[in-house]
């Protein structure tokens, strides 16, 4: 299955409270955002290519990813998230199913997108998007921009989906694949995100 990385937002988050640079190239214990999402694609054994989608709002994260030769860059034109990631996935001439995930997920690892793909490989819905419960995001100090009630139980979108490109412009029924694992519930949209997730990688070392 081939992967594309979303790479193009703008951080406007960060930017409120006081940064000035993409989103992208954060640094989190020394190492670019984009680069722990990469790493972790190429460590997984289900993900044969990966497309990182960027937009004239993250020009350095462009170049930087540019300059590599495990990725392949899709320049967007900045026409939002779904925009974009039409744009990237007919870009890129994706026929197949493909893993659509965000660049700000660094505790995401390769078991996890290896269990996301087995577990779309035995449903028959095209589509499938991973969802965490609400109460994991609160006991993370996260403050989600959108929640869903499933069934009666609150849960909040990952932003790690698996979509069908031969049906990218169509609607797709998609099957919720829900997670209580910290590893997808925690995307950096803030400094004070940046801040608790270099705690647990910092405790994970230990």
């Given at each position: 299955m081939h992967a594309v990385v979303m790479a193009g937002g703008v951080g406007s988050r960060f930017f409120t409270e006081g940064w000035s640079g993409e989103k992208p190239m954060v640094e989190l214990r020394g190492m670019p955002l984009i680069d722990y999402m990469i790493n972790t694609l190429k460590r997984s054994t289900s993900i044969e290519r990966i497309f990182v989608v960027t937009s004239p709002s993250v020009p350095e994260t462009q170049?930087?990813?540019?300059?590599?030769?495990?990725?392949?860059?899709?320049?967007?034109?900045?026409?939002?998230?779904?925009?974009?990631m039409v744009h990237g996935i007919q870009a890129?001439?994706?026929?197949?199913?493909?893993?659509?995930?965000?660049?700000?997920?660094?505790?995401?690892?390769?078991?996890?997108?290896?269990?996301?793909?087995?577990?779309?490989?035995?449903r028959e819905e095209p589509a499938l998007s991973v969802h965490t419960p609400l109460y994991v995001c609160t006991k993370l100090g996260q403050r989600p921009t959108a929640v869903f009630n499933r069934d009666g139980e609150l849960i909040v979108p990952c932003g790690i989906n698996i979509l069908d490109g031969r049906l990218i412009d169509e609607e797709q029924p998609d099957f919720n694949l829900i997670l209580p694992d910290i590893e997808v519930a925690l995307n950096v949209n803030t400094v004070q995100d940046l801040k608790r997730c270099e705690q647990l990688l910092q405790d994970k070392n230990q």
């Open positions: 170049e930087y990813l540019a300059a590599r030769d495990d990725v392949e860059v899709i320049p967007a034109p900045g026409l939002g998230y779904v925009g974009d890129a001439d994706i026929r197949a199913p493909a893993l659509v995930v965000m660049s700000d997920l660094p505790l995401v690892t390769p078991e996890l997108i290896d269990r996301v793909v087995s577990t779309y490989n035995q």
